[in-house]
Nanobody, 122 residues
Framework: EVQLVESGGGLVQPGGSLRLSCAAS????????MSWVRQAPGKGLEWVSA????????YYAESMKGRFTISRDNAKNTLYLQMNSLKSEDTAVYYC???????????????WGQGTQVTVSS
């Protein structure tokens, strides 16, 4: 029932920007925190960012701080990730994930989408 559909990925040059979107359905969107995770080629899953149910709290992995911005529009059931100053190391499949709680990120997430490919290359 829960469905998360990512979009906005593509090819971008180093230093460029990209905005990812995640359309959510099948659950009460504003009851839950949301996250972005990614998987680079040949690597494991890496947590990117998280946002509380109302956007009041946001958290980022160290390498993303100052470059990425997570946000959400609860009226549209949509999660976003604005990515600036992109590096080749950011190349990965990016996944939107539903957390198990509205603000407690430690409980993890239970659903995710099929991902959108981001390739940073000149």
């Amino acid at each position: 029932e829960v469905q998360l559909v990512e979009s906005g990925g593509g090819l971008v040059q180093p230093g460029g920007s990209l905005r990812l979107s995640c359309a959510a359905s099948g659950f009460t969107f504003d009851d839950y925190a949301m996250s972005w995770v990614r998987q680079a080629p040949g690597k494991g899953l890496e947590w990117v960012s998280a946002i509380s149910w109302n956007g009041g709290y946001t958290y980022y992995a160290e390498s993303m701080k100052g470059r990425f911005t997570i946000s959400r529009d609860n009226a549209k059931n949509t999660l976003y990730l604005q990515m600036n100053s992109l590096k080749s190391e950011d190349t990965a499949v990016y996944y939107c994930a539903k957390n198990r709680d509205g603000s407690d990120f430690d409980v993890g997430y239970d659903y995710w989408g099929q991902g959108t490919q981001v390739t940073v290359s000149s």
